[in-house]
């Protein structure tokens, strides 16, 4: 394949992603329901000498959630009555809150779980002792940065949807309100801070997460995670291109555009059904990748012995590159970059 | 840290995420009718409590009755 | 005593902006906040109709359900106030709110970040004590401690706004209908469902008129 043809699949794919991140926002039934028309003036000063006193026309404007005049400088002030809110709170305080938060517990007891059950994945062979360099300082910077921006946003942010039923029994209003004020705050400012570093995270990993035909035998052996067979991988594995494409890319930045909608209330032109949408978007989209950050995390601590370290140092031992990432191996010790 | 000592501490983690998780369970209610200490941390006095009426609710019940039918021109003109 | 309500009688209602003056001058609301608005329907049309909105203190509040501190509570009265101590202004009662009654100041501030939520207390004021200043900036003036009904309604010029225990106002206005003469047929069957043949002979007017 060309360096030409390789690009345009690229973009390609970026183009795809951001279709489908378009497609299921408009999807929300907050945005589909286009305001049904209420009377026009005609209607109404014909009502009023056929039915003197009966307003039918003027009721049905208020309900129809149309803009009407009004001094008020307010936003959206001109609406007498929207709708919408309503969708919004059945679902942000229904599934998003339900189906979310048995998300959040059944994940992490899964993988805890498994680590009782299988344990960690140790190395087979004796350690070298040579060490290869496996990430830049670059590299480790912006996952360093991505990883605690994150944490800190979910921390907030979980507290935001759920401290309201879990903190609120332990705590109190007083002690909710004084921590949920800070946690707003961080979410607010670290937030946009999280979004510059998923863009650099893409950038720094791109050419390393793109699918190759060796990707065909990590998927046929299930990453070699159940029977713990040996599968030959370039710098990353198909397991980590999927948490990059699927949990960086998407809902990283599906949460970050999302977010940024919320965060700044008065410098888009938002309406209160963009609002509305972009929230239900968020809140989806940051569970889901709570739920893989689980995994991530979990591989990169527990789960295999030596990872955390490649994270930490940067170095991994050459025992470890041949185990975990063969084919990676193999290259940067013929000499080429690494980098596929 | 021996793979025991692991084990112990994430059983413990997995128990109190589990406690936590069902203490979502017991379900807030959304009082509609304000009891009094039962909802803490809004503690708010009711309208005869504090200032002019001091507790007596019947006097503000007829003061605040009195106010609203005051709003009836009809009764005003007769 | 029973439930609190507002009721604006949108007949009466001359769109003169009293109430919502009312009320910023009784609770020296902030800059940008209003509490209550006049909105009006077909606006310098034959038949146009205003009517005044605020805070409707609902039974099911949806603000009450989606505020992530719960700082929202309810009186025995059936007022939805709020304790602004626990708010963050994530905005979310604003999201939730079919009235748009939900008010935040200082809007275009650093990032635009909201500033604690504001809207009408029914002039119940807050958890502060009664009557205290605390109370009276962060939340206006507690008429209702007072025995007063919210000045909004008490100072309508055309007592097109009536507040108070909701069997009493829906006497008032009851009573009102009833006296507006043809007020009554408003809710009979040829209110409802006459006039039908005067819209055919006109429908067939205009027919007339533009074939001709």
């Not at chain 1, 999807?27 to 006193?53: F, I, K």
């Not at chain 1, 002690?175 to 937030?191: E, F, I, P």
């Not at chain 3, 650093?110 to 029914?122: E, L, N, Q, V």
């Amino acid at each position: 394949m060309t360096t030409h043809a390789m690009r345009g699949q690229r973009g390609g794919w970026l183009a795809v992603l951001l279709l489908a991140l378009m497609l299921w926002a408009t999807a929300l039934p907050l945005q589909a329901a286009a305001p049904q028309h209420g009377s026009t003036a005609a209607e109404q000063a014909e009502r009023q000498v056929e039915r003197p006193l009966n307003n039918a026309p003027v009721w049905r404007a208020v309900r129809s959630g149309e803009e009407h005049f009004t001094l008020s400088r307010s936003p959206e002030a001109g609406v007498l009555i929207q709708s919408e809110g309503n969708t919004w709170r059945q679902l942000r305080n229904g599934p998003v809150t339900l189906y979310g938060g048995w998300l959040l517990i059944l994940v992490p007891s899964a993988i805890l779980l498994f680590w009782l059950v299988k344990g960690t994945m140790k190395l087979h062979g004796q350690k070298t002792g040579r060490k290869m360099l496996r990430f830049s300082a670059f590299e480790r910077f912006v996952h360093w940065g991505t990883a605690i921006s994150f944490l800190l946003l979910a921390v907030t942010g979980v507290a935001i949807l759920f401290g309201k039923h879990v903190l609120l029994p332990l705590i109190g209003h007083g002690g909710l309100g004084l921590l949920l004020n800070a946690g707003k705050l961080v979410h607010n400012y670290v937030g946009p801070l999280f979004g510059v570093f998923v863009v650099l995270m893409f950038f720094a990993f791109l050419r390393d997460n793109v699918w190759r035909p060796i990707d065909a035998q990590w998927i046929r052996r299930a990453g070699g995670l159940l029977d713990g067979s040996h599968v030959p991988s370039g710098r990353f594995n198909f397991g980590e291109k999927t948490w990059f494409w699927f949990g960086v890319t998407f809902l990283g930045l599906t949460v970050a555009i999302s977010g940024l909608i919320m965060d700044f209330p008065n410098l888009g032109d938002w309406s209160r059904a963009d609002m509305q949408t972009a929230n239900i978007v968020h809140a989806i989209g940051a569970i889901l990748m709570l739920g893989l950050a689980f995994g991530h995390i979990y591989m990169g601590t527990l789960g295999a012995e030596g990872a955390y370290e490649s994270m930490k140092t940067g170095y991994v031992d050459e025992t470890w590159a041949r185990e975990h990432h063969e084919q990676w191996y193999h290259d940067v010790k013929a000499g080429k970059s690494g980098h596929p | 840290m021996s793979t025991g000592k692991l084990k112990s501490i994430a059983l413990a983690t997995l128990a109190g995420a589990a406690l936590l998780g069902l203490s979502a369970c017991s379900e807030v209610p959304q009082v509609t009718v304000y009891e009094q200490g039962q909802y803490r941390g809004k503690t708010d006095a009711r309208p005869w409590e504090g200032g002019e009426f001091k507790g007596d609710r019947a006097a503000w019940e007829k003061a605040l009755k009195e106010r609203s039918r005051g709003q009836n021109e009809y009764n005003r003109i007769q | 005593m029973g439930r609190m309500k507002f009721l604006c009688d949108a007949e009466r209602c001359i769109e003169c902006n009293g109430c919502v003056t009312a009320c910023k001058n009784e609770h020296e609301v902030p800059w940008g906040v209003n509490r209550r608005r006049v909105v009006t329907m077909n606006d310098g049309v034959p038949g146009e109709r205003s009517i005044s909105v605020a805070c409707m203190h609902c039974s099911d509040a949806p603000c009450m359900a989606v505020c992530p501190t719960d700082c929202f509570y309810k009186t025995e009265d059936g007022v939805v106030l709020h304790d602004k101590d626990k708010c963050i202004g994530c905005g979310y009662c604003f999201y939730a709110c079919p009235f748009g009654a939900p008010q935040f100041p200082n809007g275009p501030a650093a990032f635009g970040a909201r500033g604690k939520m504001d809207k009408c207390t029914f002039c119940a004021g807050g958890p502060e004590e009664t009557g205290s200043a605390a109370e009276y900036e962060k939340y206006g003036s507690n008429r209702l401690a007072q025995g007063k009904l919210p000045l909004c309604a008490e100072m309508c010029s055309t007592k097109a706004l009536i507040a108070g225990d909701a069997d009493v106002v829906a006497n008032i206005f009851r009573e009102r209908v009833l006296r507006r003469g043809t007020g009554a047929e408003v809710w009979g069957w040829d209110a409802a469902y006459g006039g039908g043949e005067r819209k055919q002979e006109r429908k067939q007017e205009r027919k007339r008129e533009g074939q001709s």
